[in-house]
């Protein structure tokens, strides 16, 4: 399992805007996982999912950032990205990456839907804090 590391996280007032970046911190090349998400965690609370990725094209996200966040993948720059505007408190936390070679949307969403529980091995993530 490529091991992933995250930047770009940072301390924004309310409505701010920030861009994370995830690559493999192995160099292994993240165009032969098509299946790749993020996810965040709260102080006190569980991991979460926030958005997924499959074929660098198809697109979900978490109902609390729909509209305000975007989750891109360049192949070019073995990147992960997620655009995140209109920042709120609510958004503060622990921001990880996550990487699947599942083959199939089907197979993708699934892999989300359990990676909060499931998934190994995290990287150390990026925190994004959020002042009102």
């Known amino acids: 399992q490529v091991q992933l590391a995250e930047s770009g996280g940072g301390s924004v007032q309310a409505g701010g805007s920030l861009t994370l970046s995830c690559t493999s911190s192995d160099h292994t090349p993240i165009r032969g996982y098509y299946c790749m998400a993020w996810f965040r965690q709260a102080p006190g609370k569980e991991r979460e999912g926030v958005a997924l990725i499959f074929s660098a094209r198809t697109t979900t996200y978490a109902d609390s950032v729909r509209g305000r966040f975007a989750i891109s993948k360049d192949n070019t720059k073995n990147t992960l990205y997620l655009q995140m505007n209109n920042l709120k408190p609510e958004d503060t936390g622990l921001y990880y990456c996550?990487?699947?070679?599942?083959?199939?949307?089907?197979?993708?969403?699934?892999?989300?839907?359990?990676?909060?529980?499931?998934?190994?091995?995290w990287g150390q993530g990026t925190q994004v804090s959020v002042s009102s």
């Open positions: 996550a990487a699947s070679r599942a083959a199939g949307w089907g197979s993708c969403t699934n892999f989300y839907d359990r990676a909060s529980h499931d998934y190994s091995p």
